[in-house]
């Protein structure tokens, strides 16, 4: 019993300071200190071909955020643990919120970091996290996912799939499950976490919506994988 214990005392103390590290450098909202430019998906291609490295990409919640964080940081952290940051580049899609905040941990580990974003968030004035070495707009007129009535991916969901040698998701959404069913037809490696996005703000966004409140926190990733 007192192992039990001390073993579950060690988790809290780990979700906490894990969610200390990312909260201590997302705070300031500052925007990243590396190259921030537009691309087509053929010019990330060739980034990511001449830096000769692994690419690992991370999926998941963004503005829909987690409702165990301190959990989403740890099962992170063990992923991140099994890769090299001098041969691994950590990819996300560029913003600080939910699984944008792999990206501290990243850094704190010596990853090199990209971020691949459409270009709804440069128009939406999303924020970028302070934590991405580089970051590729990518002209979209969607914010990722297949093509409305086809399967086929957006260039941004392309650009993130394509270049991405391995590739976890933790939880996810509409977006995030497109692309992994794209990566599973071509041959990708991947990886799927089941996580719950925040009850609380799942049941604001309904309630806006003047719809019921949800009972199903699973995601959109989770309902295929």
Not at 30 to 44: F, L
Not at 142 to 171: C, H, K, Y
């Amino acid at each position: 019993m007192i192992g039990k214990l001390n073993h579950w005392l060690r988790n809290i103390v780990s979700g906490l300071a894990l969610l200390m590290l990312v909260f201590t450098g997302a705070a300031s909202g500052r925007e990243p200190r590396g190259i921030v430019k537009e691309a087509t998906p053929e010019e990330i291609q060739a980034f990511f071909k001449e830096k000769k490295m692994t690419v690992l990409t991370f999926l998941g919640y963004s503005g829909a955020e987690y409702e165990n964080k301190a959990g989403m940081l740890a099962q992170a952290a063990k992923i991140l643990a099994q890769f090299d940051p001098k041969s691994t580049i950590v990819n996300l899609g560029a913003t600080p919120q939910g699984i944008g905040a792999v990206y501290h941990l990243a850094k704190r580990q010596g990853f090199l970091t990209s971020g691949i974003v459409s270009t709804q968030a440069k128009e939406n004035k999303a924020a970028l996290s302070p934590h991405v070495d580089i970051v590729f707009y990518v002209q979209d007129d969607t914010w990722g996912g297949f093509l409305p009535g086809t399967r086929q991916l957006s260039p941004t969901s392309r650009a993130m799939v394509e270049n991405s040698d391995v590739i976890v998701a933790i939880g996810g959404g509409e977006v995030a499950r497109d692309e992994l069913l794209a990566a599973r037809q071509l041959g990708k490696r991947l990886t799927y976490i089941p996580a719950d996005l925040n009850h609380r703000l799942a049941r604001e966004k309904a309630r806006q919506k003047s719809q019921p409140d949800p009972t199903d926190f699973g995601g959109a990733a989770g309902t295929v994988f």
